[in-house]
Each structure stands twice: as structure tokens, then as C-alpha cells.
């Protein structure tokens, strides 16, 4: 049946039919651009999870953002380090995997791990404001790679390379209503692919384990917590520094996955919509993924729309619209989300509430 007739009459229904003309369009260009929406997601997914881990323990974290950039940028320049020691590498067939990259991806998680530990220490054991702890991370972060980086790519190193996608059989591509679902999760390299497994697990770790459990404990109320046991400083360190395992990956995908350099704040908020996304999640991992999907679909759209824009009657008025407008389309998006969804969701009773253990008497 030829629906053409029916499409082009929905079209032309005044202002009615340019929210079909909207539609028909994002239905015809999300489908086909699916494994970059998921590559605008990861970042913004593993960014989420740290913030679920920290939060969720009572410690509020907006060091994602310098957590991710200092992450970024020792990935890179780890790599242009260690580059001239191993030559020219062969390449693994699975995810183009060499030594000098694995060495850079732990190196990004373990500069990560002890920013966190930094941020674990101002605000737990210091007990201060963990609004201003990450804020001042923030700063260095972006101060420090600035500068570094300018020092360093004056030489245009060269750096270890970056991670392969994995290319799935076309046979499950090409499935009826699926196949796009499976080459957005599949058609990726390998801190992508892993976000899947990440996601699910962190949900089933925090809320159906022991782990989880106590965690939540100590975030909701830490002092009855503590009196049955549960180490309330010593769960709260663990689960930011594990967070930072997190927004190291993060930081790690953007200069040695997502490219193969750094740029100065190469971020770009990101840290900042990661926490956006956890909040809209309801600090939870799978909402927090589903979030960072829809934040990462405004992403793609906004670049999508300056390439190449609709047709018809929608495509004229899109065209009078400064491109610059849909740049800033995910972070106008931030906004509304969060002026709609913050007064409706309620964080952990006790986050961002220093804690402080009784003396014994």
C-alpha cells in the first residue's frame, strides 16, 4: 500500500502538519545515525553512573566534568608517550586493541580513580563543601590539561592510536524493526559496548546485593546505618572512588575511541549533562542510560539539522534559524528537564550531608 498520498496530506495540514513533517523526519534520520547517538551517549552514561555511585552514598559530585577532562587528557598523552617505545604495533582484530592503548585507558582510570580519591578525601574526612571541592577540581582540571596541552602539541605528537568499532554481521543489521537497536549497541568500539554491561550491572550491584544495600543505607540515613554496623566513611570512599573508575573510562572514550587527540575543555559540559541525566534518572543506572539516550539524540539532531536539514516547508523555516540555535539544542533541552523533573525527584536523604561519627563515651 502506498502511503505517500496519506504522508504528503498529513504534511500539508497548516502548523499541525510541520510537527508531522518534524516527526517524519527524526524517524527517518535517528534510525540511520543510531551508532552515533550511542557514541554521544557513553559519556554521558558512564558520567551518570559515577554520579549515581557518589550520590547514592551521600557525597554529591560535580567533579565529573574536570574528572572526565584530566581522564581525557592522560589517555592522550600517555599514549604520545609511550608511542616511540613500542614503534608501530600491530593492531588486534578485535577493537584494532594494541599494548600502548591499554596502557593509556589505565592510566586515564587511574588518574581518575585518585581525583576521586581527592574529592572522597575534602569531603568526607575535611567534611567540606562538596559543591565547592568540585568546583575547585573543575577549575584545575580544565586549567591544567589547557596548559599542558598547549605545551605538548606544539610538536604534533603522535599519539597511541585509538580503539576500532566492531562492525556486526549485516544479517542482524538489516533485521525489521531491530536492526537499527543492534547496530546502535554493536556498531561500537570497545568502552561503547561496555556501557551496556555496566549499566545493567551497577542496577543489579546497587539493588539487589549486599553492596547495594549498605550503600543505600548510608546514603538515606547514615546514622542508623552506622549502628548496625555499616561503615558509613569507609562505604562512602569506596563508592567515589569506584565512581571514578567511571568518569575515567568517560574521559578515556573521547580521546582514544570517540578520536585520537585531546582539545582543550574537549568535555564540553558533558560532565555537567551526565548529572542532568542522573538526576532524570532518578539516580538510578538504567534511568541515567536512558536519559544520556535522549540527551546524545538532541546532540546528534542539533548536528544533523546543520548538515543536512528537512525538506519542504519545515526545511525553509529551519533555514532561517541560526545554526547556532541547534548547538545549543541539548543544553536548552538540559534546562527544561531539569526545571520540570528536579522539584519531582527526590535524591538520597542524606546527599551531600557531611558526616561525622559520634565520640564514644
Do not use: K
Request: hydrophobic share 55%; proline share 7%.
Amino acid at each position: 500500500m502506498d502511503l505517500t498520498p496519506i504522508i504528503n496530506g498529513l504534511y500539508g495540514i497548516p502548523v499541525v502538519g510541520l510537527v508531522f513533517q518534524l516527526a517524519g523526519y527524526l524517524v527517518s534520520v535517528i534510525p540511520q545515525n543510531g551508532p552515533n547517538i550511542m557514541q554521544q551517549a557513553t559519556p554521558l552514561a558512564l558520567g551518570a553512573i559515577c554520579g549515581v555511585l557518589c550520590e547514592r552514598s551521600g557525597v554529591v559530585n560535580i567533579a565529573i566534568e574536570g574528572t572526565m577532562l584530566a581522564a581525557a587528557f592522560t589517555a592522550w598523552v600517555v599514549g604520545v608517550a609511550i608511542q616511540p617505545m613500542f614503534g608501530t604495533p600491530n593492531p588486534s582484530d578485535i577493537f584494532g586493541i594494541t599494548l600502548p592503548l591499554l596502557i593509556a585507558l589505565a592510566a586515564a582510570v587511574l588518574v581518575a580513580m585518585a581525583i576521586s580519591a581527592l574529592h572522597a578525601w575534602l569531603s568526607i574526612s575535611l567534611r567540606a563543601d562538596q559543591i565547592i571541592s568540585g568546583t575547585i577540581i573543575n577549575i584545575a582540571a580544565a586549567g591544567l590539561t589547557g596548559y599542558l596541552n598547549q605545551l605538548i602539541s606544539q610538536n604534533s605528537p603522535a599519539g597511541a592510536g585509538e580503539f576500532a568499532r566492531f562492525v556486526p554481521p549485516a544479517a542482524l543489521t538489516n533485521l525489521p524493526v531491530i536492526g537499527w537497536v543492534l547496530a546502535l549497541l554493536l556498531n561500537q568500539g570497545p568502552i561503547s559496548i561496555s556501557v551496556i554491561v555496566l549499566v545493567v550491572g551497577t542496577q543489579v550491584w546497587l539493588f539487589r546485593s549486599r553492596w547495594g544495600l549498605r550503600t543505600r543505607a548510608v546514603g538515606e540515613h547514615p546514622r542508623a546505618a552506622e549502628t548496625v554496623g555499616i561503615d558509613v566513611i569507609r562505604t562512602r570512599y569506596r563508592n567515589v572512588i569506584l565512581g571514578g573508575v567511571f568518569a575515567g573510562l568517560a574521559g578515556a572514550f573521547l580521546s582514544i575511541e570517540a578520536t585520537n587527540s585531546f582539545q582543550q575543555n574537549m568535555t564540553a559540559g558533558r560532565g555537567f549533562i551526565a548529572l542532568a541525566a542522573m538526576i532524570m534518572g532518578r539516580w538510578t543506572p538504567i534511568g541515567s542510560f536512558g536519559a544520556a539516550l535522549l540527551f546524545a539524540t538532541f546532540l546528534q539532531i542539533g548536528t544533523l539539522i546543520n548538515i543536512a536539514p528537512p525538506s519542504g516547508q519545515l526545511g525553509s523555516i529551519m533555514a532561517g534559524v541560526p545554526p547556532q540555535l541547534f548547538d545549543a539544542l541539548p543544553y536548552i533541552l538540559t534546562i527544561v528537564i531539569l526545571a520540570g523533573v528536579v522539584g519531582r525527584s527526590t535524591p538520597p536523604a542524606a546527599d551531600g550531608q557531611p558526616y561525622e561519627r559520634e565520640a564514644a563515651t
